[in-house]
């Protein structure tokens, strides 16, 4: 079985500081791991994935995850967070070629 | 290179009447998925497609709903009859090949499907 747990509904920064969105997972085999973002009104993007390569991975806007099998963990990270950094950013993991399960989603909020 | 596209985009319609959703994938992707996305949550996985052959269907209310990907292209998801809980955004998105797996490959949504059920 296969599961993804977003650890935070919401998180809020101020613009310039460091984003951290968390995401943990349980797969029987290995996975695929990816982060999408959704602004309002908008399409789900790709950010970044990780398929069994490098476990830092870089995405678009800045944005990087780590792979830490010990810890089933592909947390989110930015280091400094923009405004139009504000949406909602999905954790999703994919095994076999067949399951795919999103995350509930974190709202990310970025004060001026 | 042009993208997802689905129709309508957005539809209202009264509990137990039926609604059918199209979604063009972009051209040559072999997978298609079909989400619901209720508000406040992820979407969820209803059925994927690869080619024109069904590879996981496992959430999808097959009482009431169906879907279908004829000659491997477009597809069309439909509700018959609608229930309430039913009210919630229809996603569609293609990909080159199988999301999980070595090659991981990245989904293409399109801009979905808001479905009202009143």
């Known amino acids: 079985a296969q599961s993804v747990t977003q650890l935070d509904s919401h998180v809020s920064v101020s613009e310039g500081t460091p984003v951290l969105l968390r995401c943990n997972y349980s797969?029987?085999?290995?996975?695929?791991l990816f982060w999408y973002v959704q602004h309002p009104n908008k399409g789900l993007q790709l950010l970044l994935k990780?398929?069994?390569?490098?476990?830092l991975v870089k995405g678009i806007n800045g944005f990087e995850a780590e792979f830490k099998k010990s810890e089933t963990s592909f947390h989110l990270t930015k280091p400094s967070a923009h405004m139009s950094d504000a949406a909602e950013y999905f954790c999703?993991?994919?095994?076999?070629?067949?399951?795919?399960?999103f995350g509930a989603g974190t709202r990310l909020f970025v004060k001026a | 290179e042009a993208g997802v596209a689905q129709s309508p985009r957005y539809k209202i319609i009264e509990k137990r009447q039926s609604v059918a959703f199209w979604c063009n994938p972009i051209?040559?992707?072999?997978?298609l998925y079909w989400y619901q996305q209720i508000l406040g949550q992820g979407p969820k996985l209803l059925i994927q497609?690869?080619?024109?052959?069904?590879?996981?269907d496992s959430q999808l209310p097959k009482d009431r709903f169906s879907a279908e990907r004829l000659k491997g292209v477009d597809s069309t998801l439909k509700i018959q009859p609608a229930k309430l809980e039913d009210s919630a955004v229809y996603l569609c998105?293609?990909?080159?090949?199988?999301?999980?797996?070595?090659?991981?490959?990245?989904?293409?949504f399109g801009p979905g499907t808001r479905l009202t059920v009143t």
């Open positions: 051209s040559g992707h072999a997978t």
């Open positions: 998105a293609s990909s080159p090949g199988l999301a999980g797996g070595r090659n991981g490959y990245e989904q293409y």
């Open positions: 990780y398929t069994s390569a490098a476990t």
């Open positions: 497609f690869q080619n024109n052959g069904v590879v996981d």
């Open positions: 797969s029987s085999y290995s996975p695929s």
């Open positions: 999703v993991v994919s095994t076999g070629g067949f399951k795919t399960i």
